[in-house]
C-alpha cells in the first residue's frame, strides 16, 4: 500500500508540475490581456497552519481514496446562482478519480419565489410563505445557517428536489432536513419511498433529522402531512443530500442581495454550521455591504469579525478563506472605490485568523476593471453580475488557486518524505 501511494504521489507531482509552467493551470482558461493571471493564488499574509486539515484531508483522497473534505461557501447573490461555485465544485470533484463525495446542501429557492441554483431543478404543491436574512422587519423569524426559510400549513405539501437535466448529476443515500422540530408534532414527516428508508435520527437540540436510505436515490422528495390543526406552520431551513462515499462535498449557500449583517441575524447559525461541520468555509461577502454613499471599515471589519468568531465558535478547527469582492458599479454609473478598502480589511482579517484570501478585486485588474469585462461580454450591464461565461471564466480561476495551493503542497511533499522525524500534523505530513 506504501509502495502505491509513492507511485500515486510521483504521478501528481508530474501532472501538477507540468501544468505549472503552462497559463492555463490546468485546465484551458480564456486568456485576456487585462486579467491579471499572476494573482491567481490563495494568499496567506500571516501563515497557512490552519488549512493543514484541508489538504491532508485533500491529500488523503487523491492518494488513497479515503476520508471525506467538507467545504462551505457563503455568500450573495453570485452565490445563489452557484454558477461559479458549482464550476468550482465539479472541478474540485472531478480533476482526479474518487473526489465525488456528493451534491451537499441543497435548498428549495424556487418555492420562495426567487431564483434557483442553475443546476438544481425544483418543484412543489402547497401553499408556501418565505422569510429571508435580508428581510429586517422580519428579524424576530428563525432563520438557520442558509438565511432563508418556506413554511406552510396546508393539510398536505411537498417539495422536491434534482439535479438539472444537463448539469453534474448527484445521487445520495442520506439526507438531513433541517426544520423547525419542536413546533411540528403535529404533521407527519416523510422522505421518498418509505420503503427506502432504513432509519431516522432526529435530533430536536439542532432542529434536524436525518435519513439512511438502503440504496441510491437522485431526487429528494419530502412530504408533509399535517395531522391536526393544532400548532405552527412547518418550517424548512435546508437539507443536506449526502453519500457514504469518500470525496470532496462542496455546500454553497447564498442570498440575493445579502450583506454580512443578513447572516449574523441567523439565530441557528452557529447549530446548523456545527452539524454540516466543514473542514474549510469560504466567505464570499462584501459587495452588499459596500454598496450606498458610504462606507465605513472599522463597521465592515467588526462584522466580518464576528461573523468568523461564529464560525469558529461552531467548528474550532475550520480553516477560513475569505474572498475579495470583484470590481463593480454604484447605480450602474460610478466605479466602486469602497471595493479597495475592503480589501484591506480582508487582508487584516486574514491575518488575524490565519485565513487564506482569494483577492477577486486585483485578478480582475482592481478599480474600474468591471467596465472592461462588460466590454468584453464577461460582466452584465449593471457592472456586478457577470454573465454565464464571466461566471464560468471565476468559478476556473478560482478552482485553479486551490489546485495551485495544492500543487505547492506536492512540490513541498519529496523533501519531507526524506526525513524520517516528520511532525504529525505537519502541513507536509503524509502519513
Known amino acids: 500500500m506504501k509502495g502505491r501511494n509513492i507511485i500515486i504521489l510521483l504521478f501528481l507531482i508530474q501532472f501538477l508540475g507540468a501544468f505549472s509552467q503552462e497559463r492555463s493551470y490546468p485546465f484551458t482558461i480564456l486568456q485576456y490581456p487585462f486579467i491579471q493571471y499572476k494573482y491567481n493564488k490563495i494568499d496567506f499574509p500571516a501563515d497557512s497552519t490552519s488549512y493543514n486539515l484541508v489538504l491532508n484531508k485533500l491529500h488523503n483522497l487523491v492518494t488513497k481514496g479515503e476520508g471525506r473534505l467538507q467545504i462551505l461557501q457563503i455568500g450573495g447573490s453570485h452565490i445563489q446562482a452557484d454558477i461559479y461555485s458549482n464550476v468550482a465544485r465539479v472541478r474540485l470533484q472531478n480533476f482526479y478519480p474518487g473526489l465525488n463525495g456528493g451534491r451537499g446542501f441543497v435548498f428549495p429557492y424556487a418555492v420562495a419565489k426567487t431564483n434557483n441554483p442553475v443546476n438544481l431543478q425544483v418543484k412543489w404543491t402547497g401553499k408556501w410563505t418565505a422569510v429571508r436574512n435580508i428581510q429586517k422587519k422580519k428579524k424576530k423569524e428563525i432563520l438557520g445557517l442558509s438565511g432563508i426559510s418556506v413554511s406552510t400549513k396546508d393539510s398536505l405539501a411537498s417539495i422536491q428536489i434534482y439535479s438539472y437535466k444537463g448539469y453534474h448529476h448527484y445521487d445520495f443515500n442520506r439526507v438531513k432536513l433541517f426544520y423547525n422540530i419542536s413546533d411540528t408534532l403535529n404533521y407527519h414527516l416523510s422522505i ?4 427506502l428508508v432504513d432509519s431516522v435520527f432526529t435530533d430536536s437540540t439542532h432542529h ?133 478598502e475592503q480589501e484591506t480589511v480582508i487582508y487584516e482579517l486574514a491575518k488575524k485568523y490565519n485565513a487564506g484570501v482569494w483577492d477577486l478585486y486585483k485578478i480582475m485588474g482592481g478599480f474600474n476593471s468591471s467596465q472592461t469585462w462588460y466590454d468584453y461580454r464577461l460582466m452584465k450591464y449593471d457592472r456586478i453580475h457577470f454573465t454565464k461565461d464571466g461566471y464560468i471564466l471565476k468559478g476556473d480561476l478560482f478552482f485553479n488557486a486551490i489546485l495551485r495551493m495544492y500543487d505547492n503542497y506536492i512540490n513541498a511533499l519529496p523533501k519531507e518524505l526524506e526525513r524520517d522525524n516528520m511532525k504529525k500534523g505537519s502541513l507536509l505530513d503524509v502519513n
Not at 421518498?192 to 420503503?195: E, F, K, M, N, Q
Not at 449557500?253 to 454550521?273: D, Y
Not at 458610504?294 to 474550532?316: G, H, K
Open 192 to 195: 421518498s419511498d418509505a420503503s
Open 208 to 340: 434536524y433529522s436525518e435519513f439512511f436510505l438502503s440504496e441510491y436515490i437522485d431526487t429528494l422528495n419530502i412530504k408533509i402531512n399535517r395531522i391536526d390543526t393544532l400548532g405552527t406552520a412547518f418550517t424548512l431551513y435546508g437539507a443536506t443530500m449526502e453519500t457514504d462515499d469518500p470525496g470532496v462535498v462542496y455546500h454553497s449557500i447564498g442570498i440575493n442581495g445579502a450583506s454580512i449583517p443578513s447572516f449574523l441575524r441567523c439565530q441557528l447559525f452557529e447549530e446548523q454550521m456545527r452539524i454540516i461541520s466543514p473542514d474549510l468555509v469560504v466567505l464570499s461577502l462584501g459587495t452588499n455591504d459596500a454598496y450606498g454613499k458610504s462606507f465605513v471599515s472599522e463597521v465592515y471589519f467588526n462584522n466580518y469579525d464576528s461573523l468568523i468568531q461564529r464560525i469558529i465558535s461552531a467548528n474550532p478547527d475550520v480553516a477560513i478563506m475569505i474572498t475579495v469582492p470583484n470590481d463593480d458599479y454604484l447605480y450602474k454609473r460610478y466605479p466602486n472605490r469602497f471595493t479597495a
